[in-house]
Protein backbone atom coordinates (compact mmCIF):
# COMPACT_ATOMS: atom_id res chain seq x y z
CA UNK A 1 0.00 0.00 0.00
CA UNK A 2 1.25 3.58 -0.74
CA UNK A 3 2.23 5.75 1.86
CA UNK A 4 -0.80 8.03 2.67
CA UNK A 5 0.32 11.84 2.23
CA UNK A 6 -3.13 12.50 4.53
CA UNK A 7 -1.34 13.62 7.33
CA UNK A 8 -2.02 16.27 9.68
CA UNK A 9 0.07 17.42 12.96
CA UNK A 10 -1.39 18.33 16.32
CA UNK A 11 0.76 19.98 19.07
CA UNK A 12 -0.30 19.96 22.14
CA UNK A 13 1.42 23.24 24.11
CA UNK A 14 1.69 22.58 28.12
CA UNK A 15 3.22 25.10 30.68
CA UNK A 16 6.07 21.99 31.29
CA UNK A 17 6.17 19.92 27.85
CA UNK A 18 5.29 20.30 24.22
CA UNK A 19 4.16 17.26 22.84
CA UNK A 20 3.68 16.42 18.81
CA UNK A 21 2.22 13.56 16.67
CA UNK A 22 2.10 13.73 12.82
CA UNK A 23 -1.70 11.60 12.62
CA UNK A 24 -3.33 9.48 9.69
CA UNK A 25 -6.78 10.86 8.35
CA UNK A 26 -7.95 7.72 10.61
CA UNK A 27 -6.75 9.48 13.53
CA UNK A 28 -4.19 7.06 14.03
CA UNK A 29 -0.88 8.68 15.73
CA UNK A 30 2.20 7.74 13.27
CA UNK A 31 4.83 9.34 15.18
CA UNK A 32 5.67 11.40 18.17
CA UNK A 33 7.64 14.12 19.76
CA UNK A 34 8.13 15.49 22.82
CA UNK A 35 10.10 18.89 24.63
CA UNK A 36 10.04 19.98 27.27
CA UNK A 37 8.89 23.47 27.21
CA UNK A 38 10.78 25.44 29.09
CA UNK A 39 9.09 28.92 28.47
CA UNK A 40 11.69 31.01 30.71
CA UNK A 41 14.16 31.22 27.71
CA UNK A 42 11.00 33.08 26.21
CA UNK A 43 8.15 32.68 22.98
CA UNK A 44 10.66 32.69 20.56
CA UNK A 45 12.49 29.46 21.52
CA UNK A 46 8.94 27.71 23.10
CA UNK A 47 7.82 28.55 19.23
CA UNK A 48 10.98 26.65 17.91
CA UNK A 49 10.47 23.86 19.99
CA UNK A 50 6.93 23.45 18.73
CA UNK A 51 8.16 23.39 14.68
CA UNK A 52 11.26 20.68 16.01
CA UNK A 53 8.55 18.52 17.78
CA UNK A 54 6.52 18.72 14.47
CA UNK A 55 9.00 18.04 12.58
CA UNK A 56 10.71 14.95 14.38
CA UNK A 57 7.07 13.88 15.03
CA UNK A 58 6.78 13.66 10.70
CA UNK A 59 10.38 12.08 10.85
CA UNK A 60 9.29 9.38 13.43
CA UNK A 61 6.57 8.68 10.83
CA UNK A 62 8.92 8.04 8.31
CA UNK A 63 7.05 10.80 6.21
CA UNK A 64 8.32 14.14 5.18
CA UNK A 65 6.59 17.80 5.56
CA UNK A 66 5.32 17.05 2.08
CA UNK A 67 3.26 15.12 3.12
CA UNK A 68 1.60 17.40 5.83
CA UNK A 69 -1.79 19.07 5.09
CA UNK A 70 -1.96 21.26 8.12
CA UNK A 71 -0.61 21.67 11.95
CA UNK A 72 -3.13 22.20 14.28
CA UNK A 73 -2.45 23.24 18.17
CA UNK A 74 -3.69 23.35 21.18
CA UNK A 75 -2.56 25.85 23.86
CA UNK A 76 -3.40 27.76 27.37
CA UNK A 77 -5.29 30.69 26.41
CA UNK A 78 -6.98 33.09 26.61
CA UNK A 79 -6.27 33.09 23.07
CA UNK A 80 -7.87 34.60 19.83
CA UNK A 81 -8.46 31.73 17.53
CA UNK A 82 -9.45 33.75 14.88
CA UNK A 83 -5.82 35.56 14.46
CA UNK A 84 -4.04 32.34 15.80
CA UNK A 85 -2.69 34.53 18.97
CA UNK A 86 -2.27 33.41 22.20
CA UNK A 87 -3.44 35.90 24.36
CA UNK A 88 -2.01 35.65 27.85
CA UNK A 89 -1.24 32.15 29.63
CA UNK A 90 -0.44 32.08 32.97
CA UNK A 91 1.80 28.87 32.98
CA UNK A 92 4.13 30.15 29.85
CA UNK A 93 6.59 32.71 31.01
CA UNK A 94 5.92 35.88 29.53
CA UNK A 95 3.26 34.57 26.80
CA UNK A 96 1.51 38.22 25.82
CA UNK A 97 0.18 38.37 22.59
CA UNK A 98 2.17 35.68 20.89
CA UNK A 99 1.50 35.59 17.21
CA UNK A 100 1.59 31.59 17.39
CA UNK A 101 0.36 30.69 13.96
CA UNK A 102 2.17 33.27 12.22
CA UNK A 103 5.44 32.19 13.58
CA UNK A 104 4.88 28.74 13.04
CA UNK A 105 2.95 29.21 9.61
CA UNK A 106 6.01 30.88 8.57
CA UNK A 107 8.45 28.15 9.99
CA UNK A 108 6.74 24.89 8.48
CA UNK A 109 5.53 26.38 5.12
CA UNK A 110 1.99 24.61 6.53
CA UNK A 111 -1.61 26.42 6.96
CA UNK A 112 -1.84 26.66 10.95
CA UNK A 113 -4.57 26.63 13.23
CA UNK A 114 -5.02 27.46 16.97
CA UNK A 115 -7.41 26.74 19.98
CA UNK A 116 -7.31 26.57 23.32
CA UNK A 117 -6.29 23.13 25.04
CA UNK A 118 -9.86 22.35 26.56
CA UNK A 119 -11.65 23.33 23.54
CA UNK A 120 -9.22 20.56 21.52
CA UNK A 121 -9.41 17.97 24.25
CA UNK A 122 -12.93 17.90 23.69
CA UNK A 123 -13.19 17.86 20.16
CA UNK A 124 -10.37 14.73 20.07
CA UNK A 125 -13.13 13.12 22.41
CA UNK A 126 -15.74 14.12 20.18
CA UNK A 127 -14.25 12.44 16.78
CA UNK A 128 -11.88 9.73 17.71
CA UNK A 129 -13.06 9.20 21.83
CA UNK A 130 -15.37 9.06 24.00
CA UNK A 131 -18.27 10.96 21.80
CA UNK A 132 -17.84 9.31 18.35
CA UNK A 133 -20.97 10.00 16.60
CA UNK A 134 -22.49 12.35 19.53
CA UNK A 135 -24.03 15.31 18.46
CA UNK A 136 -24.09 17.25 21.43
CA UNK A 137 -21.70 17.35 24.35
CA UNK A 138 -19.96 18.93 26.76
CA UNK A 139 -16.10 18.36 27.82
CA UNK A 140 -15.16 19.09 31.40
CA UNK A 141 -11.14 18.84 32.58
CA UNK A 142 -10.35 18.57 35.96
CA UNK A 143 -6.48 19.13 36.61
CA UNK A 144 -4.88 21.90 38.39
CA UNK A 145 -7.79 23.91 37.27
CA UNK A 146 -11.09 22.93 35.73
CA UNK A 147 -11.51 23.73 31.87
CA UNK A 148 -14.20 22.54 29.42
CA UNK A 149 -15.45 22.09 25.58
CA UNK A 150 -19.00 22.33 24.23
CA UNK A 151 -20.10 20.32 21.13
CA UNK A 152 -23.41 21.27 19.87
CA UNK A 153 -24.76 19.75 16.78
CA UNK A 154 -21.76 18.39 16.32
CA UNK A 155 -19.86 21.11 16.24
CA UNK A 156 -17.17 22.99 18.57
CA UNK A 157 -19.20 25.92 19.87
CA UNK A 158 -17.23 28.53 20.65
CA UNK A 159 -19.51 31.33 21.34
CA UNK A 160 -19.31 35.38 20.70
CA UNK A 161 -15.82 35.74 22.05
CA UNK A 162 -14.26 32.42 21.64
CA UNK A 163 -14.53 31.53 25.58
CA UNK A 164 -17.43 28.95 25.68
CA UNK A 165 -16.81 26.57 27.65
CA UNK A 166 -15.57 27.93 30.61
CA UNK A 167 -17.12 25.66 32.64
CA UNK A 168 -14.59 25.66 35.91
CA UNK A 169 -15.84 29.28 36.59
CA UNK A 170 -19.57 28.48 37.11
CA UNK A 171 -20.71 29.85 40.31
CA UNK A 172 -21.98 27.09 42.54
CA UNK A 173 -21.44 28.10 45.42
CA UNK A 174 -22.20 31.94 46.23
CA UNK A 175 -19.98 33.42 48.87
CA UNK A 176 -17.37 29.85 48.77
CA UNK A 177 -13.86 29.43 48.55
CA UNK A 178 -11.96 32.25 47.31
CA UNK A 179 -11.14 31.06 42.88
CA UNK A 180 -7.86 32.09 40.95
CA UNK A 181 -9.96 34.19 38.68
CA UNK A 182 -11.50 36.58 42.12
CA UNK A 183 -14.27 35.01 42.24
CA UNK A 184 -16.02 32.68 44.90
CA UNK A 185 -17.73 29.40 44.37
CA UNK A 186 -16.41 28.68 40.97
CA UNK A 187 -17.01 24.79 40.41
CA UNK A 188 -12.80 25.54 40.17
CA UNK A 189 -12.34 26.66 43.58
CA UNK A 190 -14.49 23.92 44.70
CA UNK A 191 -13.28 20.77 42.84
CA UNK A 192 -9.75 21.51 40.89
CA UNK A 193 -6.70 19.32 41.67
CA UNK A 194 -5.72 22.71 43.70
CA UNK A 195 -9.02 22.71 45.29
CA UNK A 196 -8.32 19.23 46.93
CA UNK A 197 -4.94 20.12 47.90
CA UNK A 198 -6.02 22.87 49.85
CA UNK A 199 -8.87 21.22 51.53
CA UNK A 200 -6.75 17.91 52.49
CA UNK A 201 -4.01 20.57 53.99
CA UNK A 202 -6.76 21.90 55.43
CA UNK A 203 -8.48 19.04 56.87
CA UNK A 204 -5.26 17.96 58.46
CA UNK A 205 -3.98 22.05 60.27
CA UNK A 206 -7.51 21.30 61.65
CA UNK A 207 -6.46 18.49 63.81
CA UNK A 208 -7.52 15.34 61.22
CA UNK A 209 -5.28 12.38 61.00
CA UNK A 210 -4.20 11.29 57.82
CA UNK A 211 -1.07 9.92 55.72
CA UNK A 212 -0.95 12.30 53.64
CA UNK A 213 1.07 14.60 56.15
CA UNK A 214 1.26 16.56 58.93
CA UNK A 215 0.08 20.07 60.59
CA UNK A 216 2.98 21.98 58.29
CA UNK A 217 2.15 19.99 54.98
CA UNK A 218 2.41 22.57 52.22
CA UNK A 219 -0.66 21.77 49.69
CA UNK A 220 1.15 22.59 46.73
CA UNK A 221 3.48 19.35 47.82
CA UNK A 222 0.83 16.91 47.59
CA UNK A 223 1.65 14.71 44.27
CA UNK A 224 -1.73 13.08 42.41
CA UNK A 225 0.14 9.71 42.92
CA UNK A 226 -0.04 10.45 47.26
CA UNK A 227 -3.36 11.50 46.81
CA UNK A 228 -4.53 8.04 44.88
CA UNK A 229 -2.45 6.02 46.65
CA UNK A 230 -3.84 7.36 50.00
CA UNK A 231 -7.29 6.85 48.49
CA UNK A 232 -6.76 3.25 47.63
CA UNK A 233 -6.23 2.81 51.58
CA UNK A 234 -9.50 4.19 52.30
CA UNK A 235 -7.52 8.02 54.48
CA UNK A 236 -10.77 9.26 55.59
CA UNK A 237 -9.17 12.54 54.91
CA UNK A 238 -8.46 12.15 51.20
CA UNK A 239 -11.88 10.01 50.67
CA UNK A 240 -14.35 12.81 52.52
CA UNK A 241 -12.04 15.66 50.23
CA UNK A 242 -12.50 13.69 47.01
CA UNK A 243 -16.51 12.89 47.65
CA UNK A 244 -16.61 16.40 48.43
CA UNK A 245 -15.17 17.30 44.89
CA UNK A 246 -17.01 14.93 43.12
CA UNK A 247 -20.15 16.15 44.63
CA UNK A 248 -19.61 19.65 43.59
CA UNK A 249 -18.04 18.10 39.99
CA UNK A 250 -21.72 16.55 40.40
CA UNK A 251 -23.41 20.12 40.98
CA UNK A 252 -22.06 21.37 37.85
CA UNK A 253 -23.03 18.82 35.54
CA UNK A 254 -26.42 19.34 36.79
CA UNK A 255 -26.60 22.77 35.46
CA UNK A 256 -24.81 21.84 32.53
CA UNK A 257 -27.58 19.41 32.23
CA UNK A 258 -30.27 21.95 32.94
CA UNK A 259 -29.10 24.51 30.67
CA UNK A 260 -27.83 22.99 27.90
CA UNK A 261 -29.82 18.67 28.14
CA UNK A 262 -26.42 17.38 26.23
CA UNK A 263 -26.41 13.88 25.26
CA UNK A 264 -23.01 13.09 26.93
CA UNK A 265 -20.85 14.65 29.53
CA UNK A 266 -17.04 13.52 29.46
CA UNK A 267 -14.85 13.84 32.10
CA UNK A 268 -11.05 13.94 32.05
CA UNK A 269 -8.23 15.93 33.03
CA UNK A 270 -5.34 14.74 35.80
CA UNK A 271 -7.83 14.58 38.57
CA UNK A 272 -9.14 11.52 36.46
CA UNK A 273 -6.14 9.75 38.88
CA UNK A 274 -8.50 9.52 41.40
CA UNK A 275 -11.54 8.42 38.95
CA UNK A 276 -13.07 5.75 40.46
CA UNK A 277 -13.58 8.08 43.55
CA UNK A 278 -15.50 10.19 41.55
CA UNK A 279 -17.25 8.96 38.94
CA UNK A 280 -19.78 6.96 40.84
CA UNK A 281 -20.07 10.12 43.36
CA UNK A 282 -20.54 12.51 40.68
CA UNK A 283 -23.04 10.08 38.64
CA UNK A 284 -25.03 9.47 41.97
CA UNK A 285 -25.23 13.64 42.61
CA UNK A 286 -26.61 14.24 39.23
CA UNK A 287 -28.97 11.42 39.86
CA UNK A 288 -30.34 12.96 42.54
CA UNK A 289 -30.26 16.44 41.93
CA UNK A 290 -31.61 16.50 38.35
CA UNK A 291 -34.98 17.73 37.38
CA UNK A 292 -37.23 14.73 36.10
CA UNK A 293 -36.77 14.12 32.40
CA UNK A 294 -34.06 16.34 32.14
CA UNK A 295 -31.31 13.50 32.83
CA UNK A 296 -33.02 10.74 31.22
CA UNK A 297 -30.31 8.74 29.34
CA UNK A 298 -27.59 11.27 29.64
CA UNK A 299 -24.25 9.24 29.56
CA UNK A 300 -21.94 10.71 32.07
CA UNK A 301 -18.72 8.77 30.98
CA UNK A 302 -14.53 9.18 31.31
CA UNK A 303 -12.86 10.32 28.96
CA UNK A 304 -10.99 7.90 26.60
CA UNK A 305 -7.79 9.54 25.16
CA UNK A 306 -5.94 10.29 28.35
CA UNK A 307 -2.72 11.99 27.72
CA UNK A 308 -3.63 11.90 23.85
CA UNK A 309 -5.97 14.16 24.00
CA UNK A 310 -4.67 17.06 23.01
CA UNK A 311 -2.09 16.23 20.33
CA UNK A 312 -4.90 13.88 19.02
CA UNK A 313 -7.78 17.04 19.32
CA UNK A 314 -5.00 19.50 17.80
CA UNK A 315 -5.10 16.77 15.25
CA UNK A 316 -8.75 16.84 14.90
CA UNK A 317 -8.84 20.50 14.93
CA UNK A 318 -6.63 21.05 11.65
CA UNK A 319 -8.42 18.32 9.77
CA UNK A 320 -12.25 20.31 10.63
CA UNK A 321 -10.42 24.14 9.70
CA UNK A 322 -9.17 22.93 6.73
CA UNK A 323 -12.56 21.73 5.44
CA UNK B 1 -54.44 45.01 -1.34
CA UNK B 2 -55.79 41.52 -1.33
CA UNK B 3 -56.05 40.26 2.35
CA UNK B 4 -53.15 38.19 3.20
CA UNK B 5 -54.32 33.81 3.76
CA UNK B 6 -51.25 33.45 5.13
CA UNK B 7 -52.15 33.52 8.81
CA UNK B 8 -51.43 31.58 11.68
CA UNK B 9 -52.72 31.54 15.04
CA UNK B 10 -50.66 31.31 18.29
CA UNK B 11 -51.85 30.77 21.73
CA UNK B 12 -50.65 31.09 25.19
CA UNK B 13 -52.06 28.90 27.78
CA UNK B 14 -51.09 30.23 31.36
CA UNK B 15 -52.22 28.99 34.95
CA UNK B 16 -55.50 31.93 34.63
CA UNK B 17 -55.77 33.28 30.93
CA UNK B 18 -55.78 31.29 27.60
CA UNK B 19 -54.27 34.12 24.49
CA UNK B 20 -55.09 33.72 21.26
CA UNK B 21 -53.85 35.81 18.26
CA UNK B 22 -54.30 35.67 14.68
CA UNK B 23 -50.59 36.73 13.40
CA UNK B 24 -49.34 37.85 10.24
CA UNK B 25 -45.99 36.76 8.29
CA UNK B 26 -44.37 40.19 9.50
CA UNK B 27 -45.53 38.82 12.84
CA UNK B 28 -48.48 41.55 13.14
CA UNK B 29 -51.50 41.02 15.35
CA UNK B 30 -54.81 40.95 13.30
CA UNK B 31 -56.93 40.00 16.12
CA UNK B 32 -56.75 38.99 19.57
CA UNK B 33 -59.23 37.05 21.99
CA UNK B 34 -58.88 35.81 26.10
CA UNK B 35 -60.64 33.14 27.99
CA UNK B 36 -60.57 32.76 31.92
CA UNK B 37 -58.30 29.22 32.02
CA UNK B 38 -60.75 27.66 34.66
CA UNK B 39 -58.49 24.28 34.75
CA UNK B 40 -61.50 22.99 37.27
CA UNK B 41 -63.42 22.33 34.64
CA UNK B 42 -60.70 19.82 33.55
CA UNK B 43 -58.44 19.42 30.14
CA UNK B 44 -61.42 18.76 27.79
CA UNK B 45 -62.79 22.02 28.85
CA UNK B 46 -60.36 23.91 28.39
CA UNK B 47 -58.69 22.44 25.24
CA UNK B 48 -62.19 23.48 24.16
CA UNK B 49 -61.72 27.15 25.35
CA UNK B 50 -58.31 27.09 23.35
CA UNK B 51 -60.13 26.33 20.07
CA UNK B 52 -62.86 28.85 21.28
CA UNK B 53 -60.05 31.77 21.21
CA UNK B 54 -58.46 30.56 18.41
CA UNK B 55 -61.06 30.94 15.81
CA UNK B 56 -62.22 34.21 18.05
CA UNK B 57 -59.27 35.76 16.93
CA UNK B 58 -59.73 34.84 13.57
CA UNK B 59 -62.45 36.28 13.41
CA UNK B 60 -61.90 39.51 14.90
CA UNK B 61 -58.96 39.44 12.33
CA UNK B 62 -61.63 39.60 10.02
CA UNK B 63 -60.19 36.30 8.46
CA UNK B 64 -61.53 32.79 8.38
CA UNK B 65 -59.78 29.28 9.42
CA UNK B 66 -59.34 28.38 5.74
CA UNK B 67 -56.52 31.37 6.06
CA UNK B 68 -54.84 29.68 9.02
CA UNK B 69 -52.02 27.54 7.81
CA UNK B 70 -51.47 26.55 11.40
CA UNK B 71 -50.83 26.89 15.02
CA UNK B 72 -48.36 27.47 17.68
CA UNK B 73 -49.04 26.60 21.41
CA UNK B 74 -47.00 27.72 24.60
CA UNK B 75 -48.09 25.77 27.23
CA UNK B 76 -46.67 25.31 30.53
CA UNK B 77 -45.10 21.85 31.07
CA UNK B 78 -42.82 19.52 31.31
CA UNK B 79 -43.89 18.25 27.71
CA UNK B 80 -43.17 16.49 25.35
CA UNK B 81 -43.42 18.60 22.06
CA UNK B 82 -42.48 15.85 19.66
CA UNK B 83 -46.02 14.30 20.22
CA UNK B 84 -47.55 17.06 21.47
CA UNK B 85 -48.51 15.81 25.00
CA UNK B 86 -48.32 18.03 28.32
CA UNK B 87 -46.49 15.39 30.41
CA UNK B 88 -47.65 17.47 33.54
CA UNK B 89 -48.30 21.17 34.16
CA UNK B 90 -48.66 21.67 37.95
CA UNK B 91 -50.56 25.21 37.75
CA UNK B 92 -53.32 23.24 35.26
CA UNK B 93 -55.30 20.70 37.66
CA UNK B 94 -55.93 17.21 36.38
CA UNK B 95 -53.27 18.20 33.52
CA UNK B 96 -51.34 14.86 33.06
CA UNK B 97 -50.39 13.37 29.97
CA UNK B 98 -52.94 15.70 27.67
CA UNK B 99 -52.82 15.25 24.28
CA UNK B 100 -53.22 19.12 23.09
CA UNK B 101 -51.89 18.90 19.56
CA UNK B 102 -54.17 15.93 18.84
CA UNK B 103 -57.25 17.42 20.27
CA UNK B 104 -56.66 20.71 18.87
CA UNK B 105 -55.91 18.99 15.43
CA UNK B 106 -58.40 16.88 15.30
CA UNK B 107 -61.31 19.75 16.06
CA UNK B 108 -59.78 23.09 14.37
CA UNK B 109 -58.13 20.93 11.14
CA UNK B 110 -55.15 22.84 11.06
CA UNK B 111 -51.32 21.46 11.67
CA UNK B 112 -51.10 21.99 15.87
CA UNK B 113 -47.55 22.63 17.30
CA UNK B 114 -46.67 22.49 20.70
CA UNK B 115 -43.81 23.94 22.63
CA UNK B 116 -42.98 24.84 26.62
CA UNK B 117 -44.12 28.73 27.41
CA UNK B 118 -40.50 29.96 28.03
CA UNK B 119 -38.35 28.16 24.86
CA UNK B 120 -42.12 29.88 23.08
CA UNK B 121 -41.07 33.09 24.85
CA UNK B 122 -37.10 33.10 24.00
CA UNK B 123 -38.74 32.37 20.11
CA UNK B 124 -40.89 35.52 20.07
CA UNK B 125 -37.78 37.84 21.42
CA UNK B 126 -36.06 36.35 19.20
CA UNK B 127 -37.63 36.71 15.98
CA UNK B 128 -39.90 39.77 16.59
CA UNK B 129 -38.16 41.15 19.71
CA UNK B 130 -35.28 42.38 21.27
CA UNK B 131 -33.20 39.54 19.44
CA UNK B 132 -34.04 40.20 15.94
CA UNK B 133 -31.10 39.31 14.13
CA UNK B 134 -28.85 37.68 16.77
CA UNK B 135 -27.89 34.03 16.38
CA UNK B 136 -26.92 32.81 20.13
CA UNK B 137 -29.56 34.10 22.60
CA UNK B 138 -30.54 32.95 26.47
CA UNK B 139 -34.00 34.17 27.47
CA UNK B 140 -34.72 33.96 31.12
CA UNK B 141 -38.21 34.70 32.45
CA UNK B 142 -38.23 35.62 35.93
CA UNK B 143 -41.72 35.08 37.09
CA UNK B 144 -43.29 33.14 40.33
CA UNK B 145 -40.86 30.73 39.05
CA UNK B 146 -37.97 30.97 36.42
CA UNK B 147 -37.31 29.57 33.23
CA UNK B 148 -35.58 30.18 30.01
CA UNK B 149 -34.90 29.30 26.49
CA UNK B 150 -31.63 28.83 24.37
CA UNK B 151 -31.29 29.80 21.06
CA UNK B 152 -27.79 28.44 19.39
CA UNK B 153 -27.24 29.51 15.71
CA UNK B 154 -30.79 31.10 15.24
CA UNK B 155 -32.22 27.45 15.98
CA UNK B 156 -34.30 27.10 19.47
CA UNK B 157 -31.98 24.26 21.58
CA UNK B 158 -33.63 21.76 22.94
CA UNK B 159 -31.12 19.13 23.71
CA UNK B 160 -31.61 15.60 24.13
CA UNK B 161 -35.01 15.73 26.27
CA UNK B 162 -36.46 18.82 25.21
CA UNK B 163 -35.54 20.28 28.64
CA UNK B 164 -32.75 22.66 27.74
CA UNK B 165 -32.88 26.00 29.43
CA UNK B 166 -34.18 25.11 32.92
CA UNK B 167 -31.95 28.45 33.54
CA UNK B 168 -33.84 28.85 37.42
CA UNK B 169 -32.63 25.37 38.30
CA UNK B 170 -29.03 26.11 38.03
CA UNK B 171 -27.75 25.65 41.44
CA UNK B 172 -25.46 28.52 42.42
CA UNK B 173 -25.76 28.28 46.09
CA UNK B 174 -25.21 24.90 47.46
CA UNK B 175 -26.59 24.18 50.71
CA UNK B 176 -28.75 27.43 49.81
CA UNK B 177 -32.83 28.10 50.33
CA UNK B 178 -34.80 25.36 49.38
CA UNK B 179 -36.59 24.89 46.12
CA UNK B 180 -39.59 23.64 44.51
CA UNK B 181 -37.78 21.00 42.86
CA UNK B 182 -36.20 19.99 46.16
CA UNK B 183 -32.88 20.64 45.62
CA UNK B 184 -31.46 23.74 47.97
CA UNK B 185 -29.62 27.29 46.04
CA UNK B 186 -31.51 27.50 42.38
CA UNK B 187 -31.50 30.23 40.86
CA UNK B 188 -35.23 30.03 41.10
CA UNK B 189 -34.89 30.07 45.32
CA UNK B 190 -33.12 33.00 44.98
CA UNK B 191 -34.39 35.57 42.44
CA UNK B 192 -38.04 34.53 41.24
CA UNK B 193 -40.92 36.62 42.69
CA UNK B 194 -41.83 33.92 45.18
CA UNK B 195 -37.99 33.62 46.65
CA UNK B 196 -38.63 37.72 46.77
CA UNK B 197 -41.97 37.77 48.64
CA UNK B 198 -40.88 34.69 50.88
CA UNK B 199 -37.41 36.85 51.72
CA UNK B 200 -39.48 40.35 52.21
CA UNK B 201 -41.75 38.50 54.36
CA UNK B 202 -38.89 37.22 56.30
CA UNK B 203 -37.24 39.97 56.77
CA UNK B 204 -40.28 41.77 58.19
CA UNK B 205 -40.37 38.87 60.86
CA UNK B 206 -36.97 39.54 61.95
CA UNK B 207 -37.85 43.20 62.82
CA UNK B 208 -37.19 45.16 59.79
CA UNK B 209 -39.94 47.71 59.46
CA UNK B 210 -41.61 47.97 55.88
CA UNK B 211 -44.64 50.12 54.43
CA UNK B 212 -45.35 46.38 52.85
CA UNK B 213 -46.86 44.47 56.31
CA UNK B 214 -46.68 43.05 59.63
CA UNK B 215 -44.86 39.92 61.17
CA UNK B 216 -48.22 38.48 60.17
CA UNK B 217 -47.68 39.14 56.01
CA UNK B 218 -48.62 36.02 54.15
CA UNK B 219 -46.13 36.03 51.23
CA UNK B 220 -48.59 34.92 49.07
CA UNK B 221 -50.53 38.20 49.54
CA UNK B 222 -47.71 40.72 48.18
CA UNK B 223 -48.51 41.63 44.92
CA UNK B 224 -45.97 42.62 42.62
CA UNK B 225 -47.52 46.12 42.05
CA UNK B 226 -47.27 46.73 45.62
CA UNK B 227 -43.63 45.82 45.74
CA UNK B 228 -43.37 47.86 42.87
CA UNK B 229 -44.85 50.59 44.52
CA UNK B 230 -42.42 50.26 47.75
CA UNK B 231 -39.38 49.77 45.56
CA UNK B 232 -40.39 53.39 44.30
CA UNK B 233 -40.99 55.08 47.51
CA UNK B 234 -37.37 53.57 48.63
CA UNK B 235 -38.88 50.84 51.14
CA UNK B 236 -35.74 49.21 52.42
CA UNK B 237 -36.38 45.98 52.89
CA UNK B 238 -37.97 45.63 49.18
CA UNK B 239 -34.92 47.43 48.08
CA UNK B 240 -32.54 45.47 49.45
CA UNK B 241 -34.24 41.91 49.00
CA UNK B 242 -34.94 42.97 45.24
CA UNK B 243 -30.79 44.19 44.90
CA UNK B 244 -30.06 40.25 46.43
CA UNK B 245 -32.54 39.07 43.74
CA UNK B 246 -30.68 40.87 41.02
CA UNK B 247 -27.00 39.95 42.02
CA UNK B 248 -28.62 36.45 42.04
CA UNK B 249 -29.92 37.06 38.44
CA UNK B 250 -26.65 38.31 37.72
CA UNK B 251 -24.40 35.19 38.89
CA UNK B 252 -26.85 33.20 36.70
CA UNK B 253 -25.97 35.13 33.50
CA UNK B 254 -22.49 35.23 34.42
CA UNK B 255 -22.61 31.21 34.55
CA UNK B 256 -24.30 31.16 31.09
CA UNK B 257 -22.00 33.35 29.79
CA UNK B 258 -18.94 31.19 31.21
CA UNK B 259 -20.43 28.18 29.73
CA UNK B 260 -22.28 29.39 26.42
CA UNK B 261 -20.61 33.15 25.82
CA UNK B 262 -23.92 33.71 23.71
CA UNK B 263 -24.56 37.23 21.98
CA UNK B 264 -27.41 38.46 24.06
CA UNK B 265 -29.26 37.88 27.04
CA UNK B 266 -33.00 38.56 27.36
CA UNK B 267 -34.63 39.21 30.32
CA UNK B 268 -38.48 39.16 30.63
CA UNK B 269 -41.21 37.84 32.99
CA UNK B 270 -43.46 39.57 35.90
CA UNK B 271 -40.74 40.44 37.58
CA UNK B 272 -39.01 42.97 35.36
CA UNK B 273 -42.06 44.90 36.27
CA UNK B 274 -39.11 45.74 39.06
CA UNK B 275 -37.04 46.02 35.80
CA UNK B 276 -35.48 49.66 36.99
CA UNK B 277 -34.68 48.29 39.91
CA UNK B 278 -32.79 44.48 38.96
CA UNK B 279 -31.51 45.25 35.27
CA UNK B 280 -28.87 47.76 36.31
CA UNK B 281 -27.61 45.61 39.52
CA UNK B 282 -27.54 42.09 36.98
CA UNK B 283 -25.90 44.49 34.85
CA UNK B 284 -23.23 45.19 37.34
CA UNK B 285 -22.86 42.34 39.10
CA UNK B 286 -22.22 40.24 35.45
CA UNK B 287 -19.43 43.49 34.68
CA UNK B 288 -18.21 42.57 38.46
CA UNK B 289 -17.94 38.80 38.11
CA UNK B 290 -17.21 37.70 34.29
CA UNK B 291 -13.70 36.55 33.04
CA UNK B 292 -11.62 39.17 31.50
CA UNK B 293 -12.65 38.40 27.35
CA UNK B 294 -16.00 36.28 27.95
CA UNK B 295 -18.42 39.47 28.59
CA UNK B 296 -17.24 41.93 25.76
CA UNK B 297 -19.96 42.95 23.82
CA UNK B 298 -22.50 40.81 25.48
CA UNK B 299 -26.10 42.24 25.48
CA UNK B 300 -27.92 41.66 28.78
CA UNK B 301 -31.40 43.45 27.37
CA UNK B 302 -35.19 43.28 28.84
CA UNK B 303 -37.38 41.68 26.68
CA UNK B 304 -39.46 43.68 24.53
CA UNK B 305 -42.80 41.70 23.47
CA UNK B 306 -44.32 41.69 27.45
CA UNK B 307 -47.45 40.19 27.76
CA UNK B 308 -47.76 39.73 23.76
CA UNK B 309 -44.53 37.43 23.85
CA UNK B 310 -46.52 33.74 24.70
CA UNK B 311 -48.50 34.96 21.86
CA UNK B 312 -46.41 35.91 19.20
CA UNK B 313 -43.64 33.44 20.40
CA UNK B 314 -46.34 30.64 19.62
CA UNK B 315 -47.48 32.28 16.04
CA UNK B 316 -43.53 32.23 15.48
CA UNK B 317 -43.27 28.73 16.63
CA UNK B 318 -46.30 27.44 14.09
CA UNK B 319 -44.12 29.17 11.13
CA UNK B 320 -40.73 27.87 11.93
CA UNK B 321 -41.96 24.32 12.42
CA UNK B 322 -44.32 24.79 9.15
CA UNK B 323 -40.86 25.04 7.20
Redesign the interface.
Not at 169 to 176: L, R, T
Not at 258 to 263: I, S, Y
Given at each position: MAKSSDLVVGIDLGGTKILAAAVDAQGKILGRAKRSTDSEDGPPAVLNRMADCAREAVARADRSLSDVRAVGIGAPG?LDSDKGIV?FAPNLSGWKNVPVRAALEKTLRKPVFLENDVNVGTLGEHVLGAGKGIR?LVGIFVGTGIG?G?I??GQL???????????G????????PRCG?G?R?CLEALASRTAIARDIAAAIRNGKKSKLGGKDLDPSDLKSSDIAKALEEGDRVAVKVIQRAAK?IG?GI???I??????MIVLGGGAMAFGDHILPVVRKTVEK?V????????QIVPAKLADDSGVLGAAVLARQRMK
Open positions: PIDGVLNHRGLNGTAGEIHMIIQIGGCNGAIVNIHVLNPERLPLAGDHI
